[in-house]
């Protein structure tokens, strides 16, 4: 699976965007990006995810670039309750050896304040 | 719609002994995941069950098993507990065995004394 780089932590003003970016340099054609968010000792929430191109839910969007080796969340209008610790995940399409498995790194602790 | 669903939400155990956590998935879904997060790390994936059989299953010892019912509920089992399997083990349900997005629910915090 293809490995993502993360910065290690953000902050963010309340109400202002944030972006977060991540690195997959080594992505492969049939692998799509995921993000994750995970609140202090809950469980994973699905964000969204892309294969191509840009993809915008309820929740953010998500910048792929052409070349597909970096991508951008953004959080178009931050509030407190979106502190939490974003996940960038790289997965594959069925058909290899990597059936339902989600590769998590470090992660990007987001911090948003008043 | 209510999510996945997991039981106990917390459990303490001694080493040596065993221990079952359970899992629902979203009404529909057939694949069930389970994930184990030691404190300050992300997720690291341990089986996934598809149709009442294993898909995948990631780098974990043998004390470590799981099983999918008809219903598609799903029990995590670990044997011979150490302290380091104090973690939260998370349970993720996808609607099949294949990279459909996977939703989480809530985890089982296991603590080892």
């Known amino acids: 699976d293809a490995k993502t780089t993360q910065p290690t932590s953000m902050d963010c003003a309340e109400g202002r965007a944030a972006n977060l970016p991540c690195n997959h340099s080594t992505i492969s054609g049939n692998e799509y990006v995921y993000w994750y968010r995970q609140i202090h000792s809950q469980g994973p929430q699905y964000i969204i995810h892309g294969l191509k191109n840009n993809e915008t839910n309820e929740m953010a969007s998500l910048i792929i670039t052409e070349d597909r080796k970096s991508s951008t969340l953004i959080l178009p209008h931050a509030t407190l309750r979106d502190t939490a610790v974003y996940y960038c995940?790289?997965?594959?399409?069925?058909?290899?050896?990597?059936?339902?498995?989600?590769?998590f790194g470090q992660g990007t602790i987001l911090t948003v304040h008043p | 719609d209510a999510g996945v669903t997991q039981s106990p939400t917390h459990l303490i155990k001694t080493r040596g002994q065993h221990v079952t956590l359970r899992c629902s998935p979203i009404s529909g879904h057939k694949s069930v995941s389970w994930y184990q997060q030691v404190l300050g790390q992300g997720p690291q994936f341990i089986f996934q069950?598809?149709?009442?059989?294993?898909?995948g299953r990631g780098n974990f010892p043998d004390r470590f098993s799981a099983r999918q019912f008809p219903n598609y509920s799903s029990e995590l089992n670990v044997n011979a507990l150490l302290l380091g399997d104090s973690a939260l083990y998370l349970c993720?349900?996808?609607?099949?065995?294949?990279?459909?997005?996977?939703?989480f629910g809530p985890g089982t915090r296991l603590l080892v004394l």
């Open positions: 069950y598809y149709e009442k059989e294993e898909r």
């Open positions: 995940i790289v997965s594959p399409l069925a058909g290899g050896t990597s059936y339902g498995k989600l590769t």
């Open positions: 993720a349900s996808s609607s099949d065995g294949h990279q459909e997005t996977q939703y």
